[in-house]
């Protein structure tokens, strides 16, 4: 178990009979603002939901020790048990649901169900020339949309590296998961990722062979449309809407 730091969170709706809270993990370089902003009210009126920002990443701080999958997977954990949560509802995005898939591994007890959000497994269901992209990249190839909400909660210039370092030595170190990680994770899965997304459709399908009960949707958009990200959205929602349908019948069940 990795030494554990306080997670930055928000509660929003109210528990609601019959369902555990749902727990929203963000991805690379993101907030709760950017990356949930559009969807949260739409599933608080369904739950009561928990986000999180993971370590150095919005209002949470960094911390000494590596920022890794595992480790974020055992913070999320470790905030469940310090606020008396014994079972949740999953939704990753991005890196959010490779820590997602992480907790349902880990600490499987606590996830009734997640929905991996363009998520892999593997550094071979990245599209072509992602990887040489993440090996070159510097901060001006950041986003602007992340720098600025970054900006707007730590004004200190310095923050912003740290933030790109973390999020992109998280990415550079990544080590290909095993098939078996996959096969023993027993939690029900909804895999949902874009047909022009950074990861490959055949990526998906294979992660939703793999893991025994398992659902795919594939949605005719980029890497986040679907959940009205703040970059891949530009704030057409339309997506979001046609998409979330679906989520909520998979969280419902």
């Given at each position: 178990m990795s030494t554990t730091?306080?997670?930055?969170?928000?509660?929003?709706?109210?528990?609601?009979?019959?369902?555990?809270?749902?727990?929203?993990?963000?991805?690379?370089?993101?907030?709760?603002g950017t990356n949930w902003a559009a969807i949260l009210p739409?599933?608080?009126?369904?739950?009561?939901?928990?986000?999180?920002?993971?370590?150095g990443h919005?209002?949470?701080?960094?911390?000494?020790?590596?920022?890794?999958?595992?480790?974020?997977?055992?913070d999320v954990a470790a905030l469940l048990g310090?606020?008396?949560?014994?079972?949740?509802?999953?939704?990753?995005?991005?890196?959010?649901?490779?820590?997602?898939?992480?907790?349902?591994?880990?600490?499987?007890?606590?996830?009734r169900r997640q929905v991996v959000a363009s998520?892999?497994?593997r550094r071979e269901g990245m599209v072509d020339g992602f990887w040489e992209g993440m090996r070159t990249a510097d901060i001006a190839s950041m986003p602007e949309v992340y720098l600025a909400a970054d900006r707007a909660l730590n004004p200190d210039p310095a923050h912003q590296q740290q933030l790109f370092d973390l999020d992109t030595g998280q990415m550079r170190n990544f080590?290909?998961?095993?098939?078996?990680?996959?096969?023993?994770?027993?939690?029900?899965?909804?895999?949902?990722?874009?047909?022009?997304?950074?990861?490959?459709?055949?990526?998906?399908?294979?992660?939703?062979?793999?893991?025994?009960?398992?659902?795919?949707?594939?949605?005719?958009?980029?890497h986040g449309e679907y959940l009205g990200e703040l970059l891949a959205s530009g704030g057409d929602l339309s997506t979001m809407h046609a998409t979330l349908p679906w989520l909520l019948a998979f969280l419902s069940d």
């Open positions: 730091i306080e997670l930055y969170y928000e509660m929003h709706g109210v528990p609601m009979p019959g369902t555990v809270p749902l727990v929203l993990v963000h991805g690379g370089g993101s907030t709760i739409h599933l608080a009126a369904t739950r009561q939901v928990l986000a999180v920002e993971l370590q919005g209002r949470t701080p960094n911390a000494d020790r590596p920022y890794t999958f595992e480790n974020s997977a055992d310090a606020l008396g949560i014994e079972q949740v509802d999953l939704l990753g995005f991005s890196n959010g649901g490779n820590v997602a898939m992480r907790v349902a591994m880990r600490h499987s007890h606590l996830v998520a892999f497994y080590t290909d998961w095993s098939d078996a990680e996959l096969t023993a994770m027993n939690t029900p899965t909804l895999y949902i990722g874009g047909d022009r997304d950074v990861i490959r459709v055949e990526h998906f399908v294979t992660m939703a062979r793999l893991t025994p009960d398992a659902e795919l949707l594939i949605v005719p958009t980029g």
